[in-house]
């Protein structure tokens, strides 16, 4: 097999600056506009004797220009990673061949690997010929206006080429070829512009099919025996309970004729109503990257939540997967501001967030979380405080150093950190004194939350008689807290196994 390799890619670059020196013109001496021809080769001296016709009586046509290459040579301060490989994903539309037209449906799709291309500095020289000073004032008047400072090409209108745009830049100026005095050697005044432009050298792309699941059409596959079933399988979503049930009806064919089952594949949250063609439409389906319930498992991804922020955990480390690398797997899934982020609540219920990946660091996921799907907050009821805030406490502190009478109103609800009085009475703090208490003490475990109703504090809830999850909101900080029935957490802040969340479009 031949290894042999050319895309013209530096004849393109030539072409477009050939064709931005075209169709400039200037006037003659009767007022016609004459436009100025631009071929490619230097003015060497064999070159002229074969325009002259090998005469020394005949002049070249003028004024003409001419362009050429005068260097090229690395740039080593745009090179990059040689081994990075940036994956595009292309799908095309379907196209008719007998009407010759093109569809609304999907067509084609595919994937493209593009390589890390090579950059230089390619030098070109403009030759301008002129017979007079008034052609050549007039043709670089309208050359030079366009360099402010520089001027883009764009070699292809290949959208998936990375390297198609370029700019050209303007380095020198030569006015004349000829010296003071003026000789007798030649009737042509050639004026000479100096130009650069940053390039790319290409190795060859690697075009394939494109290698993500986009749709299911159907199973074919029996779990329960672990060979082809070639019956007839049909795939449909149903919505049940507020969910997306995938089931699959299969007919198979016995010997005492036609059987029909049915096999619940799995449940997916609501995004709609009525019933959904499985084999058509997916609007429902998360991020096409994991097992029936949604989730990524299937990668051996976690996921660790911190406020506003989300990371994902490779094989026990934090934060160092790149989001864009697993959305360019789910051609589609990601749209900034609009992809949800699910986390299970272990009840059937999700914690909504709409995501977009940090452009400064694309290992962090920021999440605008939906309050209205935090999990209900746990009501505490109390005859001091507002029935209004039953749900939530005002503050989480530490007891040994924090002074309530600095704060205190009637309702006033905390969440304490350590142990408050003991129970033999001992004489304590005077702040955490109540006056219907022996000998005024309060006596609360850490962890408890307490409550002031305007003449003691009493206990809410005790942490060590409670195992059972309760929800609460902080006011101080709008934060709401989990309690888990060993220590408080934010309620949903933390790690999350494989198969804990998912990603929708």
């Known amino acids: 097999m031949s290894l042999h390799f050319y895309d013209g890619q530096i004849r393109r670059y030539l072409t477009q600056i050939i064709r931005m020196m075209?169709?400039?013109?200037?006037?003659?001496?009767?007022?016609?506009?004459?436009?100025?021809?631009?071929t490619y080769g230097d003015l060497t001296r064999q070159v002229a004797s074969i325009m002259r016709d090998n005469s020394e009586n005949k002049i070249p046509s003028a004024p003409r220009m001419?362009?050429?290459?005068?260097?090229?040579?690395?740039d080593r301060s745009r090179t990059s990673d040689s081994?990075?490989?940036?994956?595009?994903?292309?799908?095309?539309?379907?196209?008719?061949?007998?009407?010759?037209?093109?569809?609304?449906?999907?067509?084609?799709?595919?994937?493209?690997?593009?390589?890390?291309?090579?950059?230089?500095?390619?030098?070109?020289?403009?030759?301008?010929?002129?017979?007079?000073?008034?052609?050549?004032?007039?043709?670089?008047?309208?050359?030079?206006?366009l360099f402010n400072p520089s001027l883009e090409i764009q070699t292809t209108d290949n959208f998936v080429d990375w390297t198609s745009l370029s700019v050209i830049?303007?380095?020198?100026?030569?006015?004349s070829s000829r010296s003071i005095p003026v000789g007798v050697d030649s009737e042509i005044d050639?004026?000479?512009?100096?130009?650069?432009?940053?390039?790319?050298?290409?190795?060859?792309?690697?075009?394939?099919?494109?290698?993500?699941?986009?749709?299911?059409?159907?199973?074919?596959?029996?779990?329960?025996?672990?060979?082809?079933?070639?019956?007839?399988?049909?795939?449909?979503?149903?919505?049940?309970?507020?969910?997306?049930?995938?089931?699959?009806?299969?007919?198979t064919v016995g010997a005492d004729g036609t059987v029909e089952t049915t096999v619940d594949k799995g449940e997916f949250p609501n995004t709609g109503t009525g019933e959904m063609d499985f084999n058509v439409k997916r609007t429902f389906v998360p991020a096409a990257l994991g097992s029936a319930n949604g989730s990524i498992g299937i990668l051996g991804l976690g996921l660790y939540i911190k406020g506003g922020k989300a990371y994902v955990i490779d094989k026990g480390e934090v934060g160092t997967v790149n989001w864009n690398g697993i959305f360019e797997q789910v051609p589609g899934c990601y749209t900034a501001g609009v992809s949800q982020i699910r986390i299970s609540?272990?009840?059937?219920?999700?914690?909504?967030?709409?995501i977009t990946v940090n452009p400064l660091d694309p290992t962090e996921l920021i999440v605008d979380w939906d309050e209205d799907t935090f999990p209900a907050n746990t009501v505490l009821t109390s005859s001091a405080r507002n029935p209004n805030s039953y749900t939530s406490m005002d503050y989480i502190i530490d007891p040994l150093r924090w002074n309530p009478t600095t704060r205190l109103v009637v309702g006033l609800r905390l969440l304490i950190l350590s142990k408050v009085g003991n129970d033999n009475n001992d004489d304590g703090a005077d702040g955490w004194k109540s006056t219907n208490s022996p000998f005024g003490e309060l006596v609360a475990g850490e962890n408890d939350i307490i409550e002031w109703d305007g003449d003691q504090w009493n206990v809410i809830f005790d942490a060590s008689e409670n195992a059972n999850p309760i929800f609460i909101t902080n006011l101080a900080t709008g934060s709401q807290y989990k309690w888990t029935g060993e220590y408080w957490t934010k309620s949903f802040e933390g790690e999350y196994s494989q198969g804990?969340?998912?990603?929708?479009p």
């Open 190 to 251: 050639i004026a000479t512009l100096g130009f650069s432009t940053p390039i790319f050298i290409s190795p060859p792309a690697k075009v394939k099919r494109l290698g993500v699941i986009t749709s299911i059409i159907t199973s074919i596959f029996n779990e329960a025996t672990g060979s082809i079933d070639l019956g007839i399988s049909s795939g449909q979503g149903i919505l049940e309970n507020n969910n997306w049930t995938i089931r699959e009806e299969r007919t």
């Open 22 to 38: 075209s169709n400039f013109s200037y006037k003659d001496g009767d007022g016609d506009l004459r436009q100025v021809p631009v």
């Open 83 to 145: 081994s990075y490989v940036s994956k595009v994903h292309i799908r095309e539309r379907a196209y008719d061949t007998s009407g010759n037209e093109y569809l609304n449906t999907q067509g084609k799709n595919y994937t493209v690997e593009r390589l890390m291309p090579t950059p230089y500095n390619l030098a070109v020289s403009v030759d301008i010929w002129t017979t007079n000073t008034d052609q050549k004032l007039q043709i670089l008047e309208q050359i030079l206006m």
């Open 169 to 175: 830049n303007l380095e020198s100026i030569t006015f």
């Open 345 to 354: 609540n272990g009840d059937g219920t999700y914690i909504i967030g709409y």
């Open 66 to 74: 001419a362009v050429y290459v005068t260097g090229l040579e690395m």
């Open 500 to 504: 804990s969340w998912a990603l929708f």
